[in-house]
T-cell receptor
Framework: EDKVVQSPLSLVVHEGDTVTLNCSYE??????LLWYKQEKKAPTFLFML????IEKKSGRLSSILDKKELFSILNITATQTGDSAVYLC???????????FGPGTRLSVLP | NAGVTQTPKFRVLKTGQSMTLLCAQD?????MYWYRQDPGMGLRLIHY???????AKGEVPDGYNVSRLKKQNFLLGLESAAPSQTSVYFC????????????FGPGTRLTVT
C-alpha cells in the first residue's frame, strides 16, 4: 500500500528559528515528490522534486530529495509568523494518476 | 484566469440527502481530481479523471460518483449522504502526464447531520 509519512506532525518555534520538516514515502512507480503549504484554504505549491540530491530553493525555503533512502526534507530558515501553516508532502505515482499525501506538519511560528 | 473554482463553498445536508459538488478549471488541464481532507489524515483521493469522458477510482471512492462530461468541469456526487462524509472537499487539476503540480480549488465544507 502506498504511504507517505511526515514528521513531526506539529512544531512550535519562535521567529528567526530554522526548521526542518521530514517526509518519507513508500510508493510504487514513483514519479515526483511535491511540497505544498496550506494556510486556511487550498494548498499552494512550493516545490516539485524528481531527482536525488538536487536542492530546490525559493527564498528562505529549500528542499531536497533522496530517492535511495526514500525521503525528502523541507528547510525553512529565519522563520516568520507568516510561515505558520500546515506543510503537506505528496508523492506522485502512476504518471500523474495518483497523488498520495502525508498527514501534514502543522508549523506555528511565534513572534 | 480564475484557476480552479468550486461550488458551493459550504453545505449542510441531512443523512440520506443527495448533492453534487461542481469543480471548474479554466487552465485547459487534462487531469482533474477530487480529494477529501479530514483532521490529521491529510488529503485522500476519492476519484480522478485523465480526460473528458473518463473517470477512475482513487483511494476512498465508496459513496461517491463523478462525471467529466466537459473537459473544464468535474462533478462529485453524493447519492445518499452519511455523517462519515462530513469533510472538506478539494478539487484539483493538472496538466497531463507526470511531473506536473496540482492546482487546488478553495474547498467545500460539507456537514452531514
Amino acid at each position: 500500500e502506498d504511504k507517505v509519512v511526515q514528521s513531526p506532525l506539529s512544531l512550535v518555534v519562535h521567529e528567526g528559528d530554522t526548521v526542518t520538516l521530514n517526509c518519507s514515502y513508500e510508493v510504487t512507480n514513483f514519479r515526483s515528490l511535491l511540497w505544498y503549504k496550506q494556510e486556511k484554504k487550498a494548498p499552494t505549491f512550493l516545490f516539485m522534486l524528481t531527482s536525488s540530491g538536487i536542492e530546490k530553493k525559493s527564498g528562505r525555503l529549500s528542499s531536497i530529495l533522496d530517492k535511495k533512502e526514500l525521503f525528502s526534507i523541507l528547510n525553512i530558515t529565519a522563520t516568520q509568523t507568516g510561515d505558520s501553516a500546515v506543510y503537506l508532502c505528496a508523492v506522485e505515482a502512476d504518471y500523474g494518476q495518483n497523488f498520495v499525501f502525508g498527514p501534514g506538519t502543522r508549523l506555528s511560528v511565534l513572534p | 484566469n480564475a484557476g480552479v473554482t468550486q461550488t458551493p463553498k459550504f453545505r449542510v445536508l441531512k443523512t440520506g440527502q443527495s448533492m453534487t459538488l461542481l469543480c471548474a478549471q479554466d487552465m485547459n488541464h487534462e487531469y482533474m481530481y477530487w480529494y477529501r481532507q479530514d483532521p490529521g489524515m491529510g488529503l485522500r483521493l476519492i476519484h480522478y479523471s485523465v480526460g473528458e469522458g473518463t473517470t477512475a477510482k482513487g483511494e476512498v471512492p465508496d459513496g461517491y460518483n463523478v462525471s467529466r462530461l466537459k473537459k473544464q468541469n468535474f462533478l462529485l456526487g453524493l447519492e445518499s449522504a452519511a455523517p462519515s462524509q462530513t469533510s472538506v472537499y478539494f478539487c484539483a487539476s493538472s496538466l497531463a502526464g507526470q511531473g506536473h503540480e496540482q492546482y487546488f480549488g478553495p474547498g467545500t465544507r460539507l456537514t452531514v447531520t
